[in-house]
């Protein structure tokens, strides 16, 4: 996936490659498909900000698939910890931020058990993208998404060859108002930012 915004710089996110951009006060950021051949799928995840960093610089990451760390546990599991860390320690090249979040992408074979703390007040999904997996009584089968209910442990099991997302952070606990590509704390927040954008000031 190539990719260009309005600061200047540009680059390819190649197979299994991360990017984490902040978008902070704007930039305008374009990403097209580069593929040679055959079908390209990937994951494009929103974190809010709070009001105090919204008008913060923007910035980004990237990493190439041999920067995120891998973690190989019982029963065939491999976990690709992208941020945050697991509770065996090992940390991905993602850490801190507002929201202290963990973004881990699982492996499981049929039959194999996932468990993981993910601590006391995050919000947390689920995202199965390959096979069928049981979680808390039900199955969720490729592609559906689960938000988990109270709880510090997600624990699941593989009932076919599975992939998933675990997705965790800790909620803001501000209002959200969003228009279009921007989200803001308020209604006039949001206008003001597109006058911005009309303006040409980002």
Not at 162 to 180: D, F, K, S, Y
């Amino acid at each position: 996936m190539r990719h260009r915004d309005s600061t200047g710089r540009e680059g390819v996110i190649g197979p299994g490659g991360v990017q984490w951009m902040r978008a902070g006060k704007g930039v305008v950021h374009s990403e097209m498909p580069e593929q040679a051949q055959g079908r390209m799928r990937g994951f494009q995840l929103w974190v809010n900000l709070p009001a105090a960093l919204k008008l913060s610089p923007p910035d980004y990451q990237e990493f190439d698939a041999d920067k995120i760390p891998h973690e190989a546990r019982d029963g065939g599991v491999e976990v690709r910890v992208i941020a945050g860390r697991t509770s065996r320690g090992l940390a991905g090249p993602i850490a801190g931020g507002a929201v202290d979040p963990l973004y881990f992408d699982v492996s499981l074979p049929a039959g194999a058990r996932f468990e993981e703390p993910v601590g006391e007040g995050r919000n947390v999904m689920v995202v199965v993208f390959e096979g069928t997996l049981k979680i808390g009584g039900m199955s969720l089968a490729a592609p559906q998404a689960a938000f988990l209910g109270e709880g510090d442990v997600v624990q699941v099991e593989g009932e076919t060859d599975a992939r998933l997302l675990l997705i965790a952070g800790r909620p803001i606990e501000e209002p959200v108002v969003w228009g279009g590509p921007f989200v803001m704390n308020t209604r006039e927040e949001v206008m003001a930012a597109f006058e911005d954008y009309r303006a040409g000031r980002f």
